[in-house]
C-alpha cells in the first residue's frame, strides 16, 4: 500500500524514530473494518495491527536509530479478509503522525516535507467474483415437466420425454363370443414417449482459482570477483563489485527501486571525503544511477526503477568508485546484504524476498589507496676550495610535491584557409602534464587563449563561440570581448579539470567563426594563461602554438580562350579557390605497454575521427586465457558495434575500431563508451569523442 523513506536531516545528532501512525480510507461501500496492516522496517517485518473503528492503526516502540544524513525505509501492506466488502482502500500519513526524538537533546522532531495532505499510498479496489454462466447439454429423461430455477436467461437444450395422448390406429386381434373369429379394427388410446426439445434455463456455479500473491523470490549473488588492486588518489572509475540478480518468480516481473550499500575503510581510509560518486551500471554500460557516500557509511542507488527484470530472467549491474584526488590512504571494501536490496512485483505489488545471500552479505574487490613514494637518487656533486681536493659527495635528491604543471605542444594540424561562417575550425592543440612523482593532484582553475590576428573587425565580430574540449568532451564555451585579442575559460566554483600526479590531460580549442570577416588567426596558451591550485606551492611552464587559420572568400577567375578562326570568344569560369576542410587531429599518444598490467585497459586516443581511415587501437591487459568481449556504446546505453568476442590468450592484447557501426557506416559525432570485459568477469569502461570528419 505504501513505500515511506524518513531521512534524518539534522547535521548534529541522530534521531530515534518512536511512531508512525497510518489513516485508512474506505469508500464505495468499503469497510477497513478487519483490515490488517502489516509494517516493514528496512526489509523486515516489524509488526501487524487491525484497524480500529477510527480507521487508524498505531505502530508505536519503533525504537529506529537514524543516524545523521542517514534514511531508513518502510513498506505497508494490507491483508485483506475473506469477508472484506467491496470498495475502494487508501492509506495516508500525516507530518503529525510520525513521532520521535532527538538522541542527544531529546527534542521532539520536526517532521518536513510532507504535503498538507499527507503522505498517500496505493489504492485498491476490491470486487465480488460473479458466476459465469454456461450453455450444457443436458439430457433429462422424466415422464412429467421439470421445473427449473432461473438465474440467467441462458438457452440450453434439454431432451425431456413428456407423456401425449395420440389417436393411433392399431390392428388388434378380439375374441367375441360369437361363433366365429372377427377382426375388426379398434381405436385404442396408447401413451406414446415422444422427444422434444424445451428451453429451460439451468443455475451453474463455475469455481474460479485465485492466485494468492506472494512475495516475488529473487536470487542476488556476485557474478565475477573484481580484482583486488592498488590505486593512486582521484583513480577512477575503479570496479568494485559485479552482480547478478535472477527473478524466481514464475508468475510476474520485479521492479529493482533501489539498493543500499554498505563501505568499510580501514587504515586512514574515509568512505566520505575519499570517494566522490559511487556508480551502478547496467550489464549494457548504462549508469543508472551515482550517489556519494552518507555519515553511516552507507550509500543509497535508486530509480523509478532502477530496472525492471522479467519472470525466470537474470540481470547484470557493476558499481565503480571515483576516488577523490585527494583521497586518504587505506582500503577500502563493500558489501551488499539481502535487507538492502528492495523492489515490488510489477503486477502485485509485494516486496521482494530475496534468497541466496550469505549472512555476510555479497562482498566486492578490495582497493587499497596510496601515496606514490618519493625517490631519493645519490647525484654525484663535485665541490672545490681553495683548502680541500675535489671530492665526491652524495647527495640524495627528493622529488619536489608541490603542484607542477608542463605546457607541452603536440602536432598541431596544418595551416588551413576556411570560408567565413565555417564552425568547428580547430585553433589549437594543447598537452598539460602534472609532472609532480609525489602525492599532488593539480586542479586547473582557469584557460586565457591570447590570438594574434590580422582581420579587419574586431575578435568578438570574428569568432562567434569558442569551444574547449577534454577527453570526455566538451568542458564548456566562451566567447571573446570587445577589443580583447584573448578569451578565458572558468567554471563558478568548480575546476576545469583535475589531474592526478604523473597524467596528463589533453585539451583542443574549436571556433565557429562569423559569416562576415576575413583574416588571418594564430592562437597560443603559455603558462601566464594557466591559473592551477593543489595545495601547496604551485608552478606552470610550457606553451602550445596551434596553426594559422586564415578566413577567405571564394574569388572567381577568370580564363581567356581563344581559336584560331575570326572569331574571339572570352570564356569566363568561376573557380573556387578554397575548399572547406575542417580538420581536428588528435593528439594524445599512448606508448604501447610491452606487457600491460591485468584488467588494464588503455586508448591510443581519446579522440577519433571516423572518417580519417585512422581508427582507434585498443589495448589490454588478459589477466588469465579466456573470453574477452569488447563492445562500443553510445551514451544512451545502446551498443553501436558488436567489436570483438573470441577466446584469447594471458598477457597484453592488441584489437582496433574503425569508427564505424555494425551496418558499416561512420558513427556521428558524439561521446562513446569502450566497455571491455575481462576473461573472468571483470569490466572496465573508458570514454572517446569521435568527431566525424
Not at 499510498?121 to 476490491?126: E, F, K, P, S, Y
Not at 588551413?416 to 598539460?432: D, H, R
Not at 575546476?495 to 596528463?504: C, E, F, H, N
Request: glycine share 10%; net charge negative; aromatic share 6%.
Amino acid at each position: 500500500m505504501m513505500q515511506l523513506q524518513v531521512s534524518d536531516n539534522s547535521t548534529t545528532e541522530d534521531i530515534l524514530l518512536n511512531q508512525i501512525i497510518f489513516t485508512g480510507s474506505a469508500s464505495g461501500g468499503g469497510n477497513n473494518k478487519g483490515v490488517t496492516v502489516n509494517l516493514y522496517q528496512n526489509g523486515s517485518i516489524f509488526g501487524s495491527k487491525v484497524y480500529s473503528a477510527s480507521n487508524a492503526v498505531t505502530f508505536a516502540g519503533l525504537n529506529d536509530d537514524i543516524a545523521l544524513g542517514g534514511p531508513s525505509t518502510y513498506v505497508a501492506t494490507y491483508d485483506f479478509p475473506v469477508t472484506a466488502l467491496p470498495g475502494t482502500y487508501s492509506v495516508t500519513v500525516t507530518a503529525n503522525n510520525v513521532t520521535g526524538a532527538g538522541v542527544t537533546t531529546g527534542k521532539p522532531i520536526a517532521v518536513t516535507s510532507i504535503p498538507s495532505a499527507g503522505v498517500e499510498g496505493a489504492v485498491i479496489t476490491l470486487a465480488t467474483p460473479t458466476a459465469t454462466p454456461t450453455i450444457t447439454n443436458t439430457s433429462i429423461f422424466t415422464p412429467t415437466l421439470t421445473a427449473t430455477f432461473t438465474i440467467t436467461n441462458t438457452p440450453t437444450n434439454t431432451a425431456t420425454i413428456t407423456s401425449t395422448t395420440t389417436n393411433t390406429p392399431t390392428p388388434t386381434s378380439t375374441f367375441t363370443s360369437t361363433p366365429s373369429a372377427t377382426s375388426t379394427n379398434t381405436a385404442t388410446v396408447t401413451p406414446t414417449p415422444t422427444l422434444t426439445s424445451t428451453t429451460t434455463a439451468t443455475p451453474t456455479s463455475t469455481a474460479t482459482s485465485t492466485a494468492t500473491p506472494v512475495d516475488p523470490p529473487v536470487i542476488v549473488e556476485s557474478s565475477a570477483a573484481p580484482m583486488n588492486s592498488v590505486q593512486l588518489p582521484g583513480a577512477s572509475p575503479v570496479t568494485m563489485m559485479q552482480l547478478q540478480i535472477l527473478n524466481n518468480s514464475t508468475v510476474e516481473g520485479v521492479n529493482l527501486n533501489s539498493i543500499i550499500l554498505t563501505g568499510t575503510a580501514t587504515g586512514s581510509g574515509n568512505n566520505q571525503t575519499g570517494i566522490n560518486l559511487v556508480n551502478l551500471y547496467d550489464g549494457n554500460g548504462h549508469l543508472l544511477d551515482a550517489n556519494a557516500y552518507s555519515a553511516n557509511n552507507t550509500v543509497t542507488l535508486v530509480g523509478s526503477p532502477l530496472n525492471s527484470i522479467a519472470a525466470q530472467s537474470v540481470s547484470q549491474y557493476v558499481i565503480t568508485y571515483d576516488f577523490s584526488p585527494t583521497a586518504p590512504t587505506g582500503t577500502y571494501a563493500v558489501t551488499l546484504t539481502a535487507g538492502n536490496v528492495m523492489g515490488t512485483g510489477v503486477n502485485s505489488g509485494k516486496p521482494l524476498a530475496v534468497t541466496s545471500v550469505p549472512i555476510a552479505g555479497v562482498g566486492g574487490a578490495i582497493i587499497t589507496i596510496a601515496q606514490p613514494t618519493a625517490t631519493f637518487t645519490p647525484t654525484p656533486t663535485f665541490t672545490l676550495t681553495s683548502t680541500f681536493t675535489p671530492t665526491v659527495t652524495s647527495s640524495p635528491t627528493i622529488t619536489p610535491t608541490f603542484g607542477t604543471l608542463a605546457i607541452l605542444q603536440p602536432a598541431q594540424p596544418n595551416p588551413a584557409t576556411y570560408l567565413p561562417g565555417t564552425s568547428g575550425v580547430t585553433a589549437v592543440l594543447a598537452n598539460m602534464t602534472n609532472s609532480v612523482s609525489g602525492s599532488g593532484s593539480v586542479s586547473i582553475q582557469s584557460m586565457v587563449f591570447t590570438v594574434a590576428v590580422t582581420a579587419t573587425g574586431n575578435l568578438h565580430q570574428d569568432i562567434s563561440t569558442a569551444h574547449l574540449y577534454n577527453a570526455s568532451g566538451q568542458i564548456t564555451t566562451g566567447s571573446f570581448t570587445t577589443g580583447s585579442n584573448s578569451v578565458t575559460f572558468i567554471l563558478a566554483g568548480v575546476p576545469l579539470d583535475i589531474l592526478a600526479p604523473g597524467t596528463t590531460g589533453n585539451y583542443v580549442l574549436t571556433y565557429d567563426f562569423a559569416s562576415t570577416e576575413t583574416g588571418t588567426f594564430t592562437t597560443s596558451i603559455d603558462n601566464t594563461g594557466v591559473s592551477i591550485t593543489s595545495g601547496t606551492q604551485d608552478s606552470v611552464s610550457g606553451s602550445a602554438t596551434g596553426p594559422t587559420i586564415t578566413l577567405a572568400n571564394a574569388t572567381p577567375t577568370a580564363t581567356v580562350t581563344s581559336t584560331n578562326t575570326s572569331t574571339f570568344t572570352p570564356t569566363h569560369t568561376l573557380t573556387p579557390t578554397h575548399t572547406l576542410t575542417p580538420t581536428i587531429t588528435p593528439t594524445p599518444t599512448i606508448t604501447p605497454t610491452p606487457n600491460l598490467p591485468p584488467n588494464v585497459v588503455y586508448l591510443s586516443s581519446n579522440i577519433l575521427h571516423s572518417l580519417s581511415g585512422e581508427g582507434l587501437n585498443i589495448q589490454y591487459g588478459a589477466g588469465s586465457s579466456g573470453t574477452a568481449e569488447i563492445n562500443i556504446h553510445n551514451v544512451n546505453g545502446s551498443i553501436v558495434r558488436h567489436l570483438f568476442n573470441q577466446s584469447v590468450s594471458q598477457g597484453t592484447q592488441l584489437v582496433g575500431w574503425d569508427g564505424k557501426d555494425d551496418g558499416g557506416s561512420p558513427t556521428s559525432t558524439g561521446l562513446y563508451l569502450v566497455m571491455v570485459r575481462f576473461p573472468g568477469g571483470n569490466v572496465v569502461i573508458k570514454k572517446v569523442i569521435v568527431l566525424k570528419q
